[in-house]
């Protein structure tokens, strides 16, 4: 089932829908990005649920790979990712090389399911591509993403959902392409320098504020690829 949800109807979004004869859920509170991914959860009565976002590009076996790994005890399950940048696509570059260095423990199901290993994964910053995310609603529930945050919204779930009972499912096949472009919500916060104040608040949940001080630093050279 696929739904299109929405706080910015327009005609582009109509004709894409009557094209493929998909339902538009329009949300009428317009509360900002984590109030419309916590709409898009609500909006269809499915237990598996992935937030497919409107830059971004999806391998046509996404679908069928994940529902491979799907079970009880899984929260999230998500996959690796390319990123496409002015039309061209960038397999591995820095960002992704840690990406993919902070995920490799969760390839294993022996460490799927350890908070330790879950909280380690995100405590050096965030390596989960978002909309390469497929949720079990049926653990993790709604209300996911209620924060202030503007950027850091996926992280702060990641990261409540790391010390609940439950697996999280990395599958290293890069399944979705990652867009990067001036006009996306996340470069514009990282322009506002915003993103740098998120990230101190996040890494202050894993670290001392000493530490997690010099670490957003460091993190925050990464932003240049988003600028």
């Known amino acids: 089932m696929v739904v299109i949800a929405t706080s910015t109807p327009n005609r582009f979004i109509r004709y894409v829908a009557d094209k493929y ?114 949720f079990n609603r049926s653990l993790t529930g709604d209300g996911l993403f209620i924060s202030d945050f503007k950027s850091n919204m996926d992280w702060f779930a990641w990261t409540k959902l790391s010390v609940r009972k439950g697996r999280f499912i990395y599958l290293k096949y890069p399944f979705v392409i990652h867009r990067i472009h001036k006009g996306s919500a996340t470069s514009s916060v990282i322009r506002d320098k915003m993103r740098v104040k998120e990230d101190l608040e996040m890494f202050r949940q894993f670290w001392p504020e000493p530490i997690a001080y010099i670490i957003g630093r460091i993190y925050g050279r990464s932003e240049i690829n988003n600028s």
């Open 21 to 134: 004869g998909l339902k538009v859920i329009v949300n009428a509170e317009k509360g900002g990005i984590a109030a419309d991914f916590d709409f898009a959860l609500s909006c269809t009565d499915s237990e598996l649920v992935t937030i497919a976002h409107q830059d971004d590009i999806y391998d046509q076996k996404y679908l069928e790979s994940l529902l491979k790994v799907v079970d009880d005890e899984m929260l999230i399950a998500f996959t690796d990712s390319h990123e496409l940048k002015n039309d061209r696509i960038e397999k591995t570059n820095v960002n992704l090389f840690i990406k993919r260095c902070l995920l490799f423990l969760l390839r294993f199901r022996l460490f799927q399911g350890c908070t330790i290993i879950k909280r380690l994964c995100l405590s050096f910053g965030n390596p989960i591509c978002c909309p390469s995310v497929m």
